[in-house]
T-cell receptor, first 114, second 112 residues
Framework: DSGVTQTPKHLITATGQRVTLRCSPR?????VYWYQQSLDQGLQFLIQ???????AKGNILERFSAQQFPDLHSELNLSSLELGDSALYFC?????????????FGPGTRLTVT | GNSVTQMEGPVTLSEEAFLTINCTYT??????LFWYVQYPGEGLQLLLK?????DKGSNKGFEATYRKETTSFHLEKGSVQVSDSAVYFC???????????FGKGTHLIIQP
């Protein structure tokens, strides 16, 4: 158990809909990262927040957005969903932002868009 | 930009065999290097890391050495077990990007 929690575990929705994925980081970690894992694209970094502020953006679509709240939990919002958005979405957390900090991953949310 | 290349497999070995999974990278600056393992239906677990040239990361019998001259971070284990069957990901961080850049993963199957 990494200490990072994600809800829900599974999500099935229809094209065009909007969903929210939730992540709680390890106790004491200030940085949260979101990743997408799909068969064709592999594991891709989406976005990072540090202590409530957006810190870095990766391959995140404009239809996707995220935020980190004062209690440090984070939410990833996916809107106008397409079939190709079906994937595993992972949240990770780390104590700091430097390159040597380890990132600890949650169990993931499996999103299926029908 | 940053990139990681690793053999995709599947790699099938017998129990107690020697394991090597190759990983090479391209990055600007001096990245940190990581190996993660993913068991079926689970998230990624950090296996080991190295943050500078010639560092050796080790954990649970696995080892990898940061080789700057060959831009490599190959994963090795002297004697694999059935329980090591999983997907292994090589990753880097640094060189201007704050997220991890992953390889495509190597599916390892250990037969008794």
């Amino acid at each position: 158990d990494s200490g990072v929690t994600q809800t829900p575990k599974h999500l099935i929705t229809a094209t065009g809909q909007r969903v929210t994925l939730r992540c709680s980081p390890r106790s004491g970690d200030l940085s949260v990262y979101w990743y997408q894992q799909s068969l064709d694209q592999g594991l891709q970094f989406l976005i990072q927040y540090y202590n409530g502020e957006e810190r870095a953006k990766g391959n995140i679509l404009e239809r996707f957005s995220a935020q980190q709240f004062p209690d440090l939990h984070s939410e990833l919002n996916l809107s106008s969903l397409e079939l190709g958005d079906s994937a595993l979405y992972f949240c990770a957390s780390s104590a700091g932002t430097g390159r040597s900090y380890e990132q600890y991953f949650g169990p993931g949310t499996r999103l299926t868009v029908t | 930009g940053n990139s990681v290349t690793q053999m995709e497999g599947p790699v099938t070995l017998s129990e107690e065999a020697f394991l090597t999974i190759n990983c090479t990278y391209t990055a600007t600056g001096y990245p940190s290097l990581f190996w993660y393992v993913q068991y079926p239906g689970e998230g990624l677990q950090l296996l080991l890391k190295a943050t500078k040239a010639d560092d050796k990361g080790s954990n649970k019998g696995f080892e990898a050495t940061y080789r700057k001259e060959t831009t490599s971070f190959h994963l090795e284990k002297g004697s694999v077990q059935v329980s090591d069957s999983a997907v292994y990901f090589c990753a880097l961080r640094g060189g201007g990007a704050d997220g991890l850049t992953f390889g495509k993963g190597t599916h390892l199957i250990i037969q008794p």
